[in-house]
């Protein structure tokens, strides 16, 4: 399913703006679901991603972030980086870390470049924050498809932030959900959160005053923090139970103990550099330890029915984000739902057009 590129063909760069007209959680999820199949059978090419630290000051540091990946089945290679200045802060004593907007008019840099693997052509520049939020939901909503209980009814949600939305939405979209419990530590965002997109879900969206109340209960318990500490207590969790991670440092050791299995996007490390190991300090924070290693599985073997997932309803599973064993971001989910999004931009004629001929060479680099 290429995209046809005739002579002379407009290269697309798109907005955010451009990107929330086309992209639906629906696309996301079947495009993603397409591409952790493709890798899990050979089938598709990736990238570990690579983060560069460069300390600017105690606790500050400007990361330079990448990863890319080849699709063969929509005729694509997609490359995501991001230019950041990260911080590492205290807040209500939790350990947290997040980005903060230093680029000229408070903003941040993130894109996605989408390349021909028939023509070599550049296809498309999409600014990432908005395909980065649905790209991150949809595969926490397709670990849940495959690893929660198919009669999951009511989930919990610890985190409002940016990424929260999509996480619900993606929840809703593959189980039938009656309820979702979301919880923030601060006071007025989990109802703010749940104001704004219950228009969106069908499952009724209710805030509720502790992180105990988002699991106790719960038959799908989801984190989204920026926390580098635990934000529940594991042992809290009962059989049954199915937990989605954004990171290793929001869940505690009994967490991972107590899962029976360790679901990951892939088993290839990412990549970390800094002259003074700062990345080291940074991202190996958490007491893994190798004896979970055995129970790590890829999620698109699980898909693809080579490795087990739930093999029992009261079983404990756990899909784990960034730095749970070696799982991170790949640049094929990037490919993936880069395709789309520039298949249906194209469709509507949105983005600013350039012509490809400005990005081809005729010297031998």
Known sequence: MLIPIEKGYTMRILSNQDVEQVLTMADCLKVLEHAFQDLARGEASNRPRSHTYTELEPHHYYLFKSMDGSLPRYGVHGLRLSSDHVVEFNEKGQHRRDKLPMAPGGKFLGLVLLFSIETLELLAIMQDGYLQKMRVGATSGLAAKYLSRPDSRVAGLIGSGWQADAQIMALDSVRELEEIRVYSPTQGHSEALCQRVQPLVDAKLKPVGSAREAVIGCDIVAASTN????????????????????????????????????????????????????????????????????????????????????????????????????????GIQFAAVGHVILKRACQLGLGHEIPSDWFLEDVHP
């Open 227 to 330: 926390s580098l500490d635990p934000v529940f207590d594991g042992e809290w969790l009962v059989p049954g139970q199915h937990v989605n991670s954004l990171q290793r440092g929001e869940l505690d050791n009994a967490t991972h103990e107590k899962a029976a299995v360790i679901a990951t996007r892939s088993l290839e490390q990412s990549l970390h550099y800094s002259g003074q190991q700062i990345a080291q300090e940074v991202m190996q924070r958490g007491d893994w330890r190798a004896e979970w290693d055995a129970k790590i599985v890829e999620l698109g073997k699980i898909m693809t029915g080579d490795a087990p997932g739930r093999s029992d309803p009261s079983q404990i599973t756990l899909f784990g984000g960034s730095g749970t064993g070696p799982s991170s971001g790949l």
